[in-house]
């Protein structure tokens, strides 16, 4: 038994949002559905909550609706609602209505509806009236609320509607702006959220004109909200872009079937076009993208063994993403396999392959094997930039579903090349840029930020283990400013390089040197003893008087004092540093070019 507590309602403010709760998405307009583990299209119900003439948007099915009344009791009773809003007549959006329909003892209850959706809504049999928005102008008004409802003939029913609440600027939109979700999203959190609308989109809704034409009426009203039948809700600075972005589509993919591919069939590959985009949108590594795909491309082609990418990388060299180096990039030579036609005009490639790919056999460790290739492209020019070669453990069967699946495919492993060039850039970028934060630039050594991270880290190591103790040296450079006064401060930078490089040349890799401050230099030495510290400052002392220098600074000679603090479990790095300086200053005091140990 679950005895953990939940809260019972939450609002959609909240940085988690549990789907047990009933959500409040606006103030008393609630998200009060269902969600279905595993289930990717998940059906949202609303509640407006406006005392006895409350609304319920969209009651649900028979698998949901008990979870849909047990939030909108945690709200108000269930006999306040008056008016429940079916915005089309599928099951999973209005079957839930014959479940407690006959334990409504309201007579004003109806069903709020167009009268397309009422000519099927009646055959359910329900004792409630329809309330047909066409013959009520179009409005539905309620004590602290106006509903406005938005027609959008065909999307996806001839009768469909959207429902505008005016007070919160929040739009119902039906099954516009549905989409497909792994997991409890309830809240878009990026616009990348588009891509889960755009397969649900595509071959759900009929048309771009007809997705166009509803997309203007409801760009009519000041919508600050869209809270979707399924999918997740868009909020306000995501809905222009989402408008924009499915303008954009074209819709009905199940009109582009080819003669000879029933209904079956064809209902099959669409599954796996859209999985195909669903893994390039859900996977992010690229090893996890390929054994996606494989997976996805394997419920046509069950011969499809391994997948590999070959690329050009822009700057002369081509690079291959293969299962031998766990698909990260491996400088190779150009793939000998249509050699000749990569880099060249995507219109060549077609002229030899119209299929927009060729079969052809590779010697795989001495054997015959056969592999589809398919030529990747560059989007601004077209040019043949990149290579997918598909191999298989058996000659496959090419039928008009393998034509589909290389359309399908294209775009997304090109994309996902992309991707996967652009993350390791930005690794790379982010490695040096994060060296560079923790790096002081003259001398190469640690900056004090990153001696402040590390130096907790080594006093919780110490709080832990007492046997994890660690010293800390604070060296500063005896007569520093008169070097400066007589060579300048480009002399000066140069006495502090070369005794920064003989600092790092003396620690070891646990060690942390840092540049501490103008001519003072600090070194924390992990897991050492009091002795270790001193043999270790004693010999960075010999090496910097040691230094010799040319040009201006031939006749300069530098030594340098130090100061060492053991450190004291639960001592914090303040009274350390206060230690080790005061150390230091007792070497300075007593004569330089020495070395003073704390408390002696």
Sequence with gaps: MDTEYHPATQ???????????????????????????????????????????????????????????????????????????????????????????DQITREDACVVTHWRAAALLKHYGWKMDFWLIEKHDWTLQLPHHTLQFVFTPYLHFPGAFCTFDSASGILFSSDIFGGFTSGFNLVASSEDY??????????????????????????????????????????????????????????????????????????????????????????????????????????????????????????????????????????????SLAREMLGREGREWDQRYPKGYALVELDEQGEQADALLIALRNERNQTVNGLAILHFTGKPALTLEVDAIVRQITRPLQITIERELLYQSLERDKKRYYQQSIRDPLTGLFTRLYMDDAAKRLIAMHARNHEAGFGLVIFDVDRFKEINDQHGHLGGDDVLRNIARIIAAESRSVDIPVRFGGEEFAVFLAGGTETDGA??????????????????????????????????????????????????????????????????
């Design 11 to 101: 609002s959609i403010g909240q940085p988690h949002l549990d789907p047990r709760c009933a959500i409040e998405i606006a103030p008393r307009i609630w998200w009060v559905g269902c969600y279905l583990d595993g289930d990717p299209f998940q059906c949202h119900a609303y509640l407006i909550e406006d005392g006895d003439q409350s609304v319920l948007l969209d009651p649900g099915s028979i698998l949901t609706f008990a979870e849909t009344r047990r939030k909108i009791e945690l709200v108000l009773p269930f006999s306040s609602i008056r008016y429940f809003i079916c915005h089309h007549p599928d099951p999973d959006i209005v079957s839930a209505i014959s479940l407690f329909q």
């Design 535 to 600: 043999s270790f400052a004693e010999r960075v002392c010999k090496e910097v008087g040691k230094l010799r220098f040319d040009g201006r600074l031939a006749q300069v000679r530098v030594t340098t004092s130090g100061g060492l603090a053991q450190h004291r479990p639960g001592e914090e790095l303040d009274d350390l540093i206060e230690r080790a300086d005061q150390a230091l200053y007792d070497a300075k005091r007593t004569g330089r070019n020495r070395i003073v140990i704390a408390g002696k």
């Design 194 to 335: 588009f891509e889960s609308l755009r397969p649900f989109h595509e071959h759900y809704l009929p048309s771009r004109e007809i997705l166009q034409h509803g997309l203007n009426e409801i760009q009519r009203y000041p919508v600050r909200m869209i809270a979707p039948q399924h999918g997740s809700i868009i909020p306000e600075n995501m809905v222009g872009f989402m408008i924009d972005k499915l303008k954009t589509l074209d819709c009905g993919l199940l009109t582009s079937a080819r003669d000879g591919i029933d209904v079956l069939r064809l209902s099959r590959l669409n599954q796996v076009l859209r999985d195909i985009t669903q893994v390039v949108i859900l996977y992010r590594d690229l090893s996890d993208i390929i054994a996606a795909l494989l997976d996805v491309i394997r419920r046509i082609l069950p011969e499809a063994r391994s997948l590999e990418l070959w690329t050009d990388d822009q700057e002369g060299e081509w690079l291959r993403f293969s299962e031998h180096s766990h698909f990260r990039p491996t400088p190779d030579g150009k793939p």
